[in-house]
């Protein structure tokens, strides 16, 4: 069996600034791909604009670039991309693989986050609707390279779900399955939130006759009020000047063990230290670390 070159990705959400969770999480993906000699894309996920912070995809570049994080190609960006994701979804609609669902989220609180079908053969118009996909009942199970064995019953976990939104918005669910297969992806290293996406990932994949990358979730980093750090709670944006020793404070949280000193050297330095040494084994198999922990 042949195995493909390695490609990795990172692909921020602009709502918001990197903080340290993000960093983690770019971190790990650089240097996955780094170690393995592979390449490492940026893709930009501008799927909801109404949640967009002015600037932030610029400042995210640029953060990137101080932080020594350098990608390959051009970045993408998912704003470009609608035609090819309406094109699918036109097919999916063709084949009565997805329909139109009027549910508002009211009508939908009871069921906690699980659709119960209810539009499923009420044969709707697709204007002023979401797009759902129809789920199989069966249970799709994968390897992650971190948290070891994931299962999820996509019927009874999950239900159909939403691949375009009520207000015509492109669901990342779906996009995020058509872009990786897109860019020739191998390799998804990303956070621990998204390891409950997976499944459905999977059964896309399966569906659209698309390869299935290798996945590593690796754990998020929480506040002391247990919360993740994220730009929703308004976790501090990353300090330019503190790059290094954020670095080398990231790679701790990735279980592995760098030098102390490394944090008082140059940025490439820390990174040059840290695809030497990368282990992906020794990250903790946890979903949340808390931030107080790496002090």
Request: glycine content about 8%.
């Amino acid at each position: 069996m042949t195995t493909l070159p390695y490609i990795g990705r990172f692909a921020p959400t602009p709502s918001g600034y990197l903080h340290f969770g993000s960093l983690v999480a770019a971190l790990a993906s650089w240097l996955d791909a780094r170690a393995a000699g592979g390449r490492w894309l940026l893709r930009m996920e501008d799927l909801d604009p109404p949640r967009e912070v002015a600037g932030a995809p610029a400042a995210i570049l640029k953060t990137l670039e101080r932080y020594g994080l350098q990608w390959d190609g051009e970045v993408v960006y998912q704003s470009e991309r609608h035609a090819a994701y309406q094109q699918v979804i036109d097919r999916l609609l063709a084949q009565g693989l997805a329909y139109a669902c009027t549910c508002s989220r009211k009508q939908l609180e009871p069921y906690q986050g699980i659709y119960p079908g209810t539009c499923r053969n009420a044969g709707h118009s697709t204007q002023d609707a979401a797009i759902r996909l129809r789920v199989p009942e069966l249970r799709y199970r994968f390897e992650d390279r971190v948290q070891g064995t994931y299962a999820q019953h996509l019927g009874s976990e999950s239900g159909d779900f939403v691949i375009r939104r009520r207000d015509g918005l492109y669901a990342y669910q779906l996009a995020v399955v058509l872009d990786d297969a897109w860019q020739g992806v191998t390799d998804i290293v990303r956070g621990a939130d998204l390891l409950d996406s997976t499944p459905r990932h999977l059964y896309l994949q399966e569906l659209l006759g698309l390869p299935q990358p290798r996945y590593l979730h690796v754990p998020l980093i929480t506040q002391p009020d247990g919360n993740k750090l994220g730009k929703s709670y308004r976790s501090p944006p990353l300090d330019a000047d503190q790059a290094a020793p954020l670095l080398v404070r990231a790679l701790r949280a990735l279980g592995q063990r760098p030098e102390a000193d490394l944090a008082h050297g140059s940025v490439d330095d820390v990174l040059r230290w840290g695809v030497e040494h990368w282990d992906s084994g020794a990250i903790p198999p946890v979903r949340t670390v808390a931030e107080a922990q790496l002090e």
